[in-house]
T-cell receptor
Framework: GAVVSQHPSWVICKSGTSVKIECRSL??????MFWYRQFPKQSLMLMAT?????????EQGVEKDKFLINHASLTLSTLTVTSAHPEDSSFYIC???????????FGDGTRLSIL | QKEVEQNSGPLSVPEGAIASLNCTYS??????FFWYRQYSGKSPELIMF????GDKEDGRFTAQLNKASQYVSLLIRDSQPSDSATYLC?????????????FGQGTILTVHP
């Protein structure tokens, strides 16, 4: 149980392109999902908390206009990287949990490369 | 500032030995504690979680928590080469930050045959 699916696994695109990443909870409903970013040889950094039916909560230093989050249903959250630039290249990972007292389970991650 | 600290390693142990991974945290209000394993190029995978002081065992893995010392550890018995990975300690904050995980920088474990 507690399977989280993330799509796509890899994205390579040109600078200035917008990229959408999907995160789905497959066997449970998630009112809250989390988006992380991980640079090479570094740990996970929380970018934002995605809340179903309301605005996402962004961590300090994360540009909300650049990283658009939409949590339109109890099983789907999307992260759109707008006007992506090479410095946005990273490993983006989402997570979700069945309820607030359960551990977070991670999707497989999306490796984003901006040329 | 809320922090989670781990020895980055690398920690190298021979096959069959016990690997001991340690983590300290700064926020006394932290509620729950997790160990994730991350293979190179992959996303983290939950290994253990612990909420109460003491030991929790699951197969070859034992998590230990000491809230008074703000210390959590993971023991891996009978280490196997397949255990070679980065181990991330994560802490679930309390209060208004409940539910958010703060990760340590990870400990690289290498189990050699």
């Amino acid at each position: 149980g507690a399977v989280v699916s993330q799509h796509p696994s890899w994205v390579i695109c040109k600078s200035g392109t917008s990229v959408k990443i999907e995160c789905r909870s497959l066997d449970f409903q998630a009112t809250t999902m989390f988006w992380y970013r991980q640079f090479p040889k570094q740990s996970l950094m929380l970018m934002a908390t995605s809340n179903e039916g309301s605005k996402a909560t962004y961590e300090q230093g994360v540009e909300k206009d650049k990283f658009l989050i939409n949590h339109a249903s109890l099983t789907l959250s999307t992260l759109t990287v707008t006007s992506a630039h090479p410095e946005d290249s990273s490993f983006y990972i989402c997570s979700a949990r069945p309820d607030r007292n359960q551990p977070q389970h991670f999707g497989d991650g999306t490796r984003l490369s901006i040329l | 500032q809320k922090e989670v600290e781990q020895n980055s390693g690398p920690l190298s142990v021979p096959e069959g030995a016990i690997a001991s991974l340690n983590c300290t945290y700064s926020d006394r209000g932290s509620q729950s504690f997790f160990w994730y394993r991350q293979y190179s190029g992959k996303s983290p995978e939950l290994i253990m979680f612990i909420y109460s002081n003491g030991d929790k065992e699951d197969g070859r893995f034992t998590a230990q928590l000491n809230k008074a010392s703000q210390y959590v550890s993971l023991l891996i018995r009978d280490s196997q080469p397949s255990d070679s990975a980065t181990y991330l300690c994560a802490v679930n904050a309390g209060g208004t930050s409940y539910g958010k995980l703060t990760f340590g920088q990870g400990t690289i474990l290498t189990v050699h045959p």
